[in-house]
Each structure stands twice: as structure tokens, then as C-alpha cells.
């Protein structure tokens, strides 16, 4: 869901600070949405428990969002070649996708 929303925040919008702005703001949002959403899910699990439920949710959430404002972005440059791939372009290979996730 993540990178169909920012592939939908490159494709629609022209380059410049306007995008780059929402590209930031769509990428913490999302971070901190799915974190909450994780910790909100697993709380219901019999096995966990919260010593103060709130700060979970609000604190824990923001710091596990910040595993998601790296990865977001980085899940989407991983495919970005696959936005501009053209009929008869070279095709993505197994190996390019190992070199491109080890940077």
C-alpha cells in the first residue's frame, strides 16, 4: 500500500518542492499510521501487556515508525525502474535486483 501511494504521489505531480513536500509528509504519515496500527493489533495478543498502554501507543509508535520512514522510501526506489521501463527496454533480472537491494 505504501509504495502504490507514493508511485501515486510521483506519477500525478510534477517534479519540484510542492511534490517533494507531500512525498515527505505521505512517508510520516504512513510510518506512524502503521506503527500505531501494529501496536494497537498486537495488543490484544494474551501474551503482551503494557505497563502504560497510552505511551505505547503514542511513544513506541513514533519510535517504530522511524524502521518505516527508512524502508518506505527505500521499498520504492527499489522498484522505481519498473515505473520508467518502456516496451523494449532491458528487462529486470535476478541479479539486478540483488544489486540494487545491497545499495
Request: with cysteine; hydrophobic share 45%; charged share 20%.
Amino acid at each position: 500500500f505504501s509504495n502504490a501511494c507514493l508511485r501515486k504521489v510521483v506519477t500525478s505531480y510534477e517534479a519540484g518542492i510542492k511534490r517533494t513536500v507531500l512525498y515527505v509528509s505521505v512517508v510520516i504519515v504512513l510510518s506512524y499510521f502503521t506503527a500505531f496500527m501494529e501496536t494497537l493489533t498486537i495488543s490484544s495478543f494474551p501474551y503482551y501487556s503494557f505497563e502504560d498502554r497510552n505511551m505505547a501507543y503514542t511513544v513506541g509508535s513514533a519510535f517504530y515508525g522511524i524502521y518505516f520512514l527508512v524502508s518506505f522510501p527505500a521499498f520504492h526506489a527499489f522498484d522505481e525502474d519498473l515505473d520508467r521501463m518502456e516496451k523494449g527496454s532491458k528487462e529486470i533480472t535476478l541479479w539486478d535486483t540483488f544489486v540494487s537491494s545491497c545499495g
